[in-house]
């Protein structure tokens, strides 16, 4: 179901916003050589919600996946609920597209995603690791088996 109303955007968004903030882990959809691969990883949601940021290291599938094929997945379950929406449980997928994050442009996003996972510091430093930029194109926005909306943000392929 795609979105009405302002109002029925607006409320979307704010659940959106809500899932991301509150939760830490995704699981990243990817593919290699037409094989889906999923992989769990910390990611920061940036511009409120219109890009996602998460680190790997070089040399992983997820990495040659990346490379190959920048079309992801990010599935965040929101197993807390929606107090909000009377504990509602709510299922994002973030649909876009995966980009290696320049070197002149990382500190800025090494920092937000510190300020959200400080436990990966050294990780973060490690000369291998690679920060990648999913620019968000849609949101799936699950409820229950009859409660599926879709949120478009209007942002660009990264590439």
């Not at 968004?13 to 995704?26: F, K």
């Not at 992983?60 to 990010?74: I, P, W």
């Amino acid at each position: 179901m795609e979105t009405g109303s302002a109002q029925q955007r607006s409320d979307l968004e704010d659940t959106i916003r809500r899932v991301l903030d509150r939760n830490r882990l995704a699981v990243l959809a990817t593919q290699h050589r037409g094989q889906p691969h999923a992989s769990l990883m910390a990611f920061t949601p940036l511009d409120g919600m219109r890009h996602i940021v998460f680190a790997t290291y070089r040399g992983t599938l997820k990495h040659q996946s990346l490379a190959e094929n920048g079309r992801v997945a990010l599935l965040v379950d929101d197993g807390a609920g929606d107090a909000t929406c009377s504990g509602r449980r709510v299922v994002l997928t973030a649909i876009g597209e995966a980009i290696e994050i320049p070197e002149e442009e990382r500190s800025a996003h090494v920092a937000a995603h510190l300020a959200r996972h400080p436990d990966l510091k050294e990780f973060l430093r490690s000369p291998d690791c690679v920060l990648v930029l999913v620019a968000v194109g849609a949101y799936q926005v699950v409820g229950g088996i009859d409660d599926v909306q879709w949120y478009h943000t209007d942002v660009p392929a990264a590439a």
